[in-house]
């Protein structure tokens, strides 16, 4: 690099501040300058902390800050709040930034460009979708306004929230906790769409035992608002469900307007197209983190999926190849894990469905265990499944539901699947074994040899 050239972020959440701190750390302030915009209030945050904040097991929503602005500043990042990035010229290699404050414009130059603007989230589209008392749950804001208005004024009320995957389930236990009668409306014949329907089934058997109301294979088709113009109600096909407060867990996809608008190739799975490099279509441009696909390691396809995970590890691979480094990003094997009150989930690879329209053949077996030794009293209950390819054995995926230690027994598996264990090699894994923690063949392995088995 010779010169000082000036590296723009869009976005100040993981992968575009994992990016600018990894550029600085390579390259000093008087060889880069780097500026970050980002248009919310919070830098470097926490998003899947959000549900326990609203359910009190956090009090100060700072918690879920990582890194403030001042910090990033400090370490001589130009970090500009509440600014967002409305238009980019690639031509003359400017960005408009709207100042969300004062309401003014600027254009502001740039030698090389980030996209780290994240996923925006789904919303239905009908009447009264912004009416009062509903609540999406992304930003650290929209945490603080679900606790501290209507939770606080509506506590021991009904909640409904739309939608059953991980966020959905998520907010639907810290409503639950904080006292309220909580519905859950999903579209899809079970929860957790990620699951097969067998797990997914599961998951419903679990969320009905600790209290809560799921109505699956239902739509929502409006909301109804009272005089002041707050929700008072969920009109579904089938009835109207009283609510104080609705929860919007549809889940996200990626934000590319911008980056389309602007002539950058999108995939097509939605999200910014880039190389292993993290490179775009456009010399010099850069993405990372919740707006662009990924490479999935088993399907071989392009993928989106929302983790900061993924976001962290893509932003330290744009920021050392944007500053003469050499990096790559290996791709995502789809593993992810949530609770639901006592209720452990995890799943890693590809479930049936996946496997199928990837064209493979495939085994699944699936197994019932404890998580541990079963001469303890109350050892909690496991399910495990596992997929294996029926040509080669090799391990496609793993789904996981249970009590306390089941879900972290994911990991185990997303290893072996990521460097494509067969299933007949992973049941001679030497794990650990003790009983309080395992029965003395773990339930990974004890499901790992009825596939091999089936094999």
């Given at each position: ?367 019932e265990s404890t998580t541990r030794a079963h001469y303890f009293q109350g050892s909690p209950e496991i399910t495990v499944k596992v997929l294996a390819e029926k040509r080669s054995g090799r391990l496609l995926g793993a789904q996981i539901i249970g009590r306390e230690g089941a879900a972290k027994r994911i990991d185990v598996m997303a290893a072996a699947i990521w460097d494509e264990m067969a299933a007949d090699e992973f049941v001679e894994l030497d794990l650990g074994y003790a009983p309080p923690f395992s029965p003395v063949w773990d339930p990974t392995l004890i499901a790992a040899r009825k596939a091999a088995s089936m094999l």
């Amino acid at each position: 690099m010779s010169g000082r050239e000036r590296l723009l972020i869009i976005g100040g959440d993981a992968a575009g501040m994992s990016a600018a701190a990894q550029a600085r750390r390579r390259a000093p302030a008087e060889k880069l300058e780097i500026v970050a915009f980002e248009k919310g209030d919070f830098t470097s945050y926490g998003a899947c902390g959000l549900p326990y904040y609203v359910a009190g097991r956090i009090d100060d929503p700072e918690e879920l800050v990582s890194r403030s602005a001042e910090q990033h500043r400090a370490n001589g990042i130009d970090v500009r709040m509440r600014h967002e990035v409305v238009a980019v010229d690639l031509d003359e290699c400017v960005v408009r930034v709207r100042d969300l404050e004062a309401g003014s414009e600027e254009v502001e130059p740039f030698d090389q460009l980030v996209f780290a603007n994240g996923a925006e989230p789904i919303r239905p589209q009908f009447p009264d979708v912004d009416a009062e008392g509903v609540h999406g749950i992304q930003t650290i804001g929209d945490g603080i306004a679900l606790r501290e208005h209507d939770v606080s004024e509506h506590l021991g009320d009904r909640a409904v929230v739309v939608g059953g995957g991980y966020i959905g389930l998520e907010m639907a236990e810290a409503m639950h906790e904080r006292g309220m009668s909580v519905t859950v409306v999903e579209a899809s014949r079970q929860p957790m769409s990620t699951l097969d329907e067998d797990m997914g089934a599961l998951v419903a058997e679990a969320i009905r035992k600790i209290g809560l109301e799921l109505q699956t294979e239902t739509r929502v088709q409006a909301f109804d608002t009272d005089d002041h113009g707050h929700v008072r109600a969920v009109v579904t096909e089938h009835e109207t469900i009283p609510a104080d407060i609705v929860v919007l867990g549809i889940g996200v996809r990626p934000s590319v307007g911008v980056a389309r608008d602007a002539g950058v190739e999108i995939g097509p799975s939605g999200g910014v197209k880039t190389d292993r490099r993290m490179a775009t279509s456009v010399p010099g441009v850069w993405a990372a983190g919740d707006c662009v696909e990924v490479f999935h390691r088993v399907s071989r396809r392009p993928v989106t999926i929302a983790l900061g995970t993924h976001a962290n590890k893509q932003g330290r691979v744009v920021g050392e190849n944007a500053t003469a480094g050499y990096a790559t990003f290996a791709g995502v094997i789809g593993t992810a894990i949530t609770k639901v009150c006592a209720y452990e989930i995890g799943r890693t690879g590809l479930n049936e469905k996946e496997a199928r329209e990837a064209g493979f053949e495939f085994v699944a077996a699936t197994i019932e265990s404890t998580t541990r030794a079963h001469y303890f009293q109350g050892s909690p209950e496991i399910t495990v499944k596992v997929l294996a390819e029926k040509r080669s054995g090799r391990l496609l995926g793993a789904q996981i539901i249970g009590r306390e230690g089941a879900a972290k027994r994911i990991d185990v598996m997303a290893a072996a699947i990521w460097d494509e264990m067969a299933a007949d090699e992973f049941v001679e894994l030497d794990l650990g074994y003790a009983p309080p923690f395992s029965p003395v063949w773990d339930p990974t392995l004890i499901a790992a040899r009825k596939a091999a088995s089936m094999l």
